[in-house]
């Protein structure tokens, strides 16, 4: 059984791991938008005041936001091209996952017949299932044409969230969503051959 579960620890950790640091990205926009006329953006306080998450967490992802954008060559301003609005979905997921294997092992015994302890050996199949919960958490950033009020360009991340009492991974953990959503923008908009 110790062998066992020595064997399993590895695998249940390499599989809770890469689940816990991936995100996936997913990305739509308006093909009509010239993108290369955008140089500037200001945030749309509206529809980021209807993300249901905490003030602070608005806070990390609205700056890692204007870091992201200052890194793409933009400038806020008070006259934007681009509004940028942001919201956010949470779900709990539930993860079953089944065990089977065999175990063998050795063992003494009383013989029959024999009027001695003996060896023997057994085993044969086991099976389980393991379940564990996690939360996961969607990041939408919409960037907005700000003369027409039209969305442009959507990203969205998707992740397992975890309830982080570190501020510093927390706050890295943000910053790793919103850097992978927006690596995204601008859309290739060329025509594919």
Known sequence: MKKRILVLLPLALLVLASSCVSVRVVADYDRNADFNSYKTYAFYKTGIDKAQISDLDKKR????IETEMANKGFVKSERPDLMVSIFTKERERV????NAGWGWGWGWGWGPGW???NPWMWGGPGWGNNVSTRTEGSLYID????KT???IWQGRGVGTLSNIDNIDKKEARIREFVSEIMERYPPNTAPSS
Do not use: H, P, S, T
């Not at 992802?61 to 890692?64: K, N, Q």
């Not at 960037?143 to 700000?146: E, N, S, T, V, W």
């Open 95 to 98: 993860d079953v996952y089944n």
């Open 143 to 146: 960037l907005i044409d700000a």
């Open 149 to 151: 009020k039209e969305l």
């Open 115 to 117: 009027g001695f302890w």
């Open 61 to 64: 992802i609205l700056r890692a």
